[in-house]
């Protein structure tokens, strides 16, 4: 072999051994990256987790704080406001009642005819408006009159088949979803205004008042029986058809809960027994914190971006409008510190609330061999365009870490009501059912949130779960406060003499 033969062939195999020492390089260091992927996954299933002792934990705490919140106004992080509701439905209510729910940048009308026991709810219709943008920042008597004349054109549209005896009024069940202090049964000021709406002069208003004002400008006749949030009227649409419930929650884009307290156990309440003994109360639940919850740094870093900074802790880990922003922040630190998408950070994962929860439901549940359903949310949402199976694994598997936490710490929170209620535990055989009424889009159409919720309750309660019952109880908003402003109603005792 020639002396130029032998130097191409030193060259090549140089030029291979460089070759192969760079695959060899660019493979650890892929390893490196996927290692310390792995390493962050885990981490954050560490801090996330939620063993049954630490759950019993954020129980007991719930129950501390809800004795707290009873006992004097700002005595706990949990506002435990007296709802004045003292009469829940009980399936006898017959007539004609409204129902408005504001909530939002719409609002919906609604009748029920109620027939009583044996035909229950007759009728129901509603309609949907929405609010024009100017009138969410405009005046208190703008809005109100706006909402009024859409109810009373909803009124003129009642068949001949729904008839109210005569010389009685319309009486109407008011769902107010935004702060109130809750004066009367049928009175509340504002707080604050939320969800876009700002009118300077509503604040402290009575929200009853301007709204009966409103009608009356009009000369629609017709009665606010009661105010009420999405919460309890859940809790009277749950009582209304099963007689057992005693507690209601709602998981949605935010959450609360309410439940039936003994009058006597309140200490803060000054007024008058109710004849029935009892009160609803309105945990404002969302608000909970105690040092058991499990933080991480992406909950850290979400709150104190937020519009509400130390507010809402218990709401941000496990309601609808954070879960997807969480797993985003997760990736986001993958996408950083581990090149878990390539080289370059996709600039749509930098966006703040990006990923929606009802996405992360839809990549949660994909049960395609090659998680088809991920890579297309990945392509259609963060401009990804294409993505490993082991990528997509990891990111079911944050879903996954997120929506357990959510749940089984939503499951605690209905430990800690029962435990405050005595109804944790089965006493000398009693067999006292316990039903809790849920809703909310989050428990509705998240089907591994609902399980995982429902199977942490068996795991906490034991032999006492077969006295427990969740079920869910649609429309609280709606017909919930229709029903209420029936049980409320001014004519009951005319009817009972």
């Known amino acids: 072999m020639g002396k130029v033969a032998v130097t191409v062939a030193v060259v090549c195999a140089a030029a291979a051994c460089a070759v192969a020492a760079l695959v060899v390089r660019n493979r650890m260091k892929s390893l490196g990256k996927w290692a310390k992927v792995m390493a962050i996954l885990k981490e954050f299933e560490e801090e996330c987790g939620t063993p049954t002792a630490k759950l019993r934990q954020v129980a007991d705490a719930m ?103 005569p010389g009685r009024q319309r009486e109407l069940g008011f769902t107010f979803s935004f702060p109130v202090r809750q004066l009367s049964v049928a009175s509340g000021t504002l707080i604050k205004w939320t969800k876009g709406f700002s009118i300077e002069d509503t604040v402290g208003q009575d929200v009853v008042g301007e709204l009966s004002k409103a009608m009356e400008r009009i000369g629609l006749d017709m009665r606010v029986a009661a105010l009420v949030n999405d919460a309890v009227g859940t809790l009277a649409g749950g009582r209304y058809n099963h007689p057992d419930v005693m507690a209601a929650v709602i998981l949605g884009t935010g959450t609360n809960a309410a439940y039936v307290e003994r009058a006597h156990a309140i200490p803060k309440w000054h007024g008058l027994l109710p004849k029935s003994g009892e009160m609803v109360i309105n945990m404002e639940w969302g608000n909970f914190r105690s040092s058991h919850l499990p933080l991480t740094e992406y909950d850290q870093g ?131 059912k316990s039903v809790v009424a849920l809703d909310g889009g989050l428990f509705e159409h998240y089907a591994k949130f609902r399980n995982c919720m429902d199977s942490t309750l068996q795991e906490l309660l034991g032999d006492a779960y077969e006295n427990v019952s969740i079920i869910h109880s649609n429309d609280g908003s709606g017909i919930g406060a229709a029903l209420l402003a029936a049980s409320h109603s001014q004519y009951l005792e005319v009817e009972e003499s």
């Open 302 to 432: 979400l709150d104190a971006e937020s519009l509400n900074p130390g507010e809402q802790i218990f709401e941000k880990i496990i309601s609808g409008m954070y879960l997807g922003e969480i797993v985003r922040r997760v990736l986001c630190r993958m996408a950083e510190e581990a090149a878990f998408f390539g080289d370059a950070v996709p600039p749509k994962l930098n966006i703040p609330f990006i990923l929606r929860t009802p996405e992360m439901s839809a990549i949660h549940h994909d049960t395609s061999c090659d998680l088809k359903v991920v890579g297309a949310k990945l392509k259609d949402i963060l401009e990804i365009p294409n993505s490993s199976l082991k990528v997509r694994k990891v990111i079911v598997e944050i879903c996954d870490i997120v929506v357990s936490r959510g749940a089984r710490l939503s499951a605690a929170g209905v430990l800690g009501i029962l435990k405050k209620l005595g109804r944790d535990t089965i006493t000398d055989g009693e067999k006292q």
């Open 63 to 165: 129950t501390v704080e809800m004795h707290a919140g009873l006992a004097s106004e700002g005595g706990s992080k949990l506002k435990m406001l007296i709802s004045y509701v003292d009469n829940l439905p009980t399936g006898d209510e017959r007539g004609l009642f409204y129902a408005l729910d504001l909530g939002g940048t719409n609002f919906r009308v609604l009748r029920v005819q109620l027939g009583g026991h044996e035909k229950r709810v007759v009728k129901r219709e509603f309609q949907e408006v929405s609010i024009p943008p100017h009138l969410m920042v405009g005046s208190t008597e703008a809005l109100f009159d706006y909402i009024a004349g859409a109810l009373a054109r909803f009124v003129a549209t009642e068949g001949e088949d729904l008839c109210l005896p």
